[in-house]
């Protein structure tokens, strides 16, 4: 397998030193800022600024504990990474487009983790999964690469759209769309279906987001990515935006027993499905990526979890994580980079030829696995604390039993296995170590992940802090909360003698799930995935066939039946609580209006001529200039005799033209089809209910005492109607007087031909008598 970097530098001249020294400034001073804020700006400090008031969003920013270890892990992890790619794509044409896109994504990672407002994360959020798609896809030559872009954008902006429906309806439900606002008032909140629907979309969107089952499928995919990207989204940024989102409603929604046990069980059951699938792999990078997978399913249940151990916990891991999973990411590119391959079979006996990769591997590797004196030891500590509760279900501990062993195996395969195990089939004969950018920043952050687990008291007031973001309240627990060193050492052989065991096993167990999964990949979410994209295209084209079939009926009851269903649904809810008014008996103008209508209505259903349909439908038209008139409103009837009058007489004529030329005048459909008359009766009885409903609101008299009051001071005339129609309502009467005008224009030359052919019969008398029967 080729790696990333591969490519021809004579194409086009690369980045210049100082162009990549200039980005490589911009993480750093990111990061020297998050450091200052953290020593000098009490917790939490927040500013917001109005955006658009009518809708009651702000850019509001707040930054908490919570959101201050993931600014260090954006900026921290982000700096290791800028420097690593200068080494990395050193030469590439392309390495400035790289550059520019990791740091527009490192901002909108930071504006996530410190947006106060749903509609501004929303914003952000959906920009770190249209850069995401650059990026994944930046080698747009490779067809892999497209398609594995392609997924993760229709996987996470699928997760997107319905996170935003869930934004909505909780701003609603809610009447804020401040998040800690939300946070802090959703505890009073009893359940309710807006509520629910609203969470119920908000774990889709966080999900997809962190490559929860059954949404976990995106993640190693998008490993054709280059191991920088790799290295930042998929360890310490995007990724984990799903966790944190949970983290920061949990305070709101923790007590919803839908919400702690969807996240138990999504959680548990992606940690020990992802850590069974990385077995599968024989590509290094796809095998971290499954223990990513699992690593955010384990972070998803701590989050599930109550009491102040568990959100310790999630802190924990999460800086963990960052600090052994980006140095992993790093070596495996470092291997690729030197071998020109990553697949497990190929390698072996690097420790000669890459000796500071393979330092950085063991480093990392230690931590991963949860060794004595590494900040990984600390975090299994206490997530096996946090999991030793009695809330937690039994599977729960299973699958934190196979996340652990398996992390141990792959931490084996990365830092052992590739290193001083010699394959059966040596391919890698022209091995060699990186320069100082490649072996610098996997040292670097390896290292501090042994520092940390020497030295845990640095970072404890973080861990703490950020605990306190995700149970306030609970300020002097937490606080007083200490790192201590491990487990029983009972519990650490036994969980090491199970990963070496898997470890010595790989192979075998790598052939196992390879049979197995002949057998079941059919029904793989993989599977499934490629099967609803090849169903779109043939959904898309049945629903064109039956939509767009160019029939102007369908397209008549297609358009009534879903405007009744529409109107009828939303008149139910109003209904209900009106009172319906007294039957009144209508007069003899009235009835004779009606009797028009529903005359013109039921001749036109038996009519095949279409000249006799015209003028059958006519009477619709006059019947309802009738009850305007009788209505009160005489300007709309006299406005509506003329449009009506005129379009018979000029259709009628066409007709009749068309006629004379001998085309025929029949419909080719019968006018009687009781499918049309059910439709067009609901429709009726639709419309009619709302009507009637317009008249049971009790009348509002604003309007007329508006209008009773601005008259003569505004207006200048006492006689209101006059006012009405030519000051406050000109528009509409100029509209009125322009399709009178329009029905003339249109008449006149029906007219003016009509004036001609009585002349010409004037001067030929004789001519029309033998032309009369």
């Known amino acids: 397998m080729a790696h990333t970097a591969h490519h021809d530098p004579h194409d086009r001249p690369g980045m210049s030193g100082l162009a990549r020294a200039l980005f490589v400034l911009l993480p750093l001073s990111a990061l020297g800022a998050v450091l200052w804020l953290a020593g000098q700006v009490d917790l939490p400090a927040s500013v917001r600024w109005g955006w658009v008031p009518a809708l009651g969003v702000d850019l509001a920013f707040q930054v908490d504990g919570l959101s201050l270890l993931m600014l260090l892990m954006i900026t921290g992890v ?30 909108a990672m930071i504006g996530c983790v410190t947006a106060d407002n749903l509609i501004v994360l929303f914003l952000f959020w959906e920009m770190t999964s249209l850069l995401s798609f650059l990026l994944v896809g930046f080698n747009h030559e490779d067809a892999a690469s497209r398609k594995s872009a392609q997924q993760a954008l229709l996987v996470t902006g699928s997760g997107g759209l319905a996170l935003l429906a869930g934004f909505i309806l909780l701003g609603q439900a809610m009447g804020s769309w401040s998040i800690s606002a939300i946070v802090a008032a959703l505890p009073q909140q009893t359940p309710s279906p807006a509520l629910t629907a609203a969470l119920v979309l908000i774990l889709v969107g966080a999900f997809t987001k962190s490559a929860q089952f059954p949404f976990h499928f995106w993640l190693p995919n998008a490993m054709s990515a280059p191991t920088p990207v790799s290295a930042y ?10 966790v944190y989102l949970l983290a920061r409603l949990d305070p709101g929604f923790g007590e919803w027993t839908l919400w702690e046990w969807a996240l138990k069980g999504a959680g548990s059951l992606t940690a020990a499905w992802g850590m069974v699938l990385a077995l599968r792999e024989r590509d290094l990078k796809r095998i971290l990526a499954w223990s990513t997978v699992a690593t955010l399913g384990t972070l998803v249940a701590l989050v599930g979890l109550r009491g102040e151990g568990a959100t310790v916990a999630v802190g924990a891991l999460l800086l963990a994580h960052a600090l052994y999973k980006a140095p992993l990411f790093f070596v495996a590119g470092n291997i690729d980079h030197g071998t020109g391959t990553r697949v497990i079979d190929r390698l072996g006996n690097l420790r000669h030829a890459m000796p500071w990769t393979a330092a950085a591997a063991l480093l990392a590797g230690a931590s991963m696995a949860g060794m004595p004196m590494s900040f990984g030891y600390i975090a299994k500590d206490i997530i096996l604390t946090a999991k030793g509760g009695d809330d937690v279900f039994a599977f729960a501990r299973a699958a934190n039993t196979v996340f652990g062993a398996i992390a141990v195996a792959v931490a084996a395969v990365a830092a052992i296995r590739v290193f001083w195990r010699r394959p059966g089939n040596l391919e890698t004969p022209h091995a060699h170590e990186g320069g100082p950018a ?20 640095v970072v404890q007031d973080l861990i703490a802090e950020a605990s306190l973001a995700m149970t306030p309240g ?3 627990v937490v606080v007083g909360l ?23 096993l790989w192979d075998p167990l790598h052939r196992l799930f390879e049979r197995v999964a002949a057998r079941t990949g059919p029904f793989g979410m993989v599977r499934l995935y490629e099967r609803a994209l090849q169903g779109i295209p043939r959904l898309a084209a049945g629903a064109t066939r039956a939509l767009q079939h160019g029939r102007l009926p369908g397209y008549g009851l297609l358009l009534l039946g879903s405007a009744s269903l529409a109107l009828g649904a939303l008149a139910l809810p109003i209904a209900s609580g009106l009172d319906w008014p007294a039957w009144q008996a209508p007069g003899w103008g009235w009835l004779g209006g009606c009797a028009l209508v529903v005359a013109g209505a039921v001749l036109a259903l038996f009519q095949r001529d279409r000249l006799v349909l015209l003028l059958a439908t006519g009477l619709v038209g006059y019947g309802s200039a009738v009850l305007f008139l009788f209505g009160g409103a005489p300007d709309v009837a006299f406005t509506q005799f003329v449009v009506e009058s005129v379009f018979v007489i000029v259709a009628a004529s066409v007709l009749i033209k068309l006629r004379q030329q001998g085309r025929g005048q029949g419909l080719r459909e019968a006018g009687w089809r009781p499918g049309a008359a059910l439709v067009a009766a609901v429709f009726g009885a639709v419309v009619a209910g709302w009507l009637l409903l317009s008249v049971a609101v009790p009348f509002d008299a604003s309007l007329s005492a508006f209008f009773a009051e601005r008259s003569v001071p505004e207006a200048h005339g006492r006689n209101v109607v006059n006012v009405i129609l030519v000051d406050f309502r000109a528009l509409d009467t100029l509209g009125e007087i322009t399709v009178v005008m329009l029905s003339l224009l249109a008449a006149l030359p029906l007219l003016q031909a009509v004036r001609a052919q009585m002349r010409r019969e004037r001067r030929q008398p004789g001519a029309a008598e033998e032309g009369q029967p």
């Open 482 to 504: 200490a790192l201590e060193v491990g487990p029983a050492l009972a519990s650490v052989a036994v969980t090491l003698a199970a990963g070496l065991t898997v470890f010595l």
């Open 438 to 457: 490649l072996v610098g920043p996997p040292l670097v952050l390896a290292g501090i992940g042994i520092v940390l687990g020497l030295f845990p008291f």
């Open 474 to 476: 609970t300020e002097a």
């Open 78 to 107: 982000g700096s290791a990474v800028f420097v690593y790619a200068g080494g990395y794509l050193a030469g590439h044409p392309q390495q400035q487009r790289l550059f520019l896109l990791l740091t527009l994504f490192m901002l």
């Open 233 to 242: 989204l998929h360890s310490a940024t995007m990724v984990k935006l799903g």
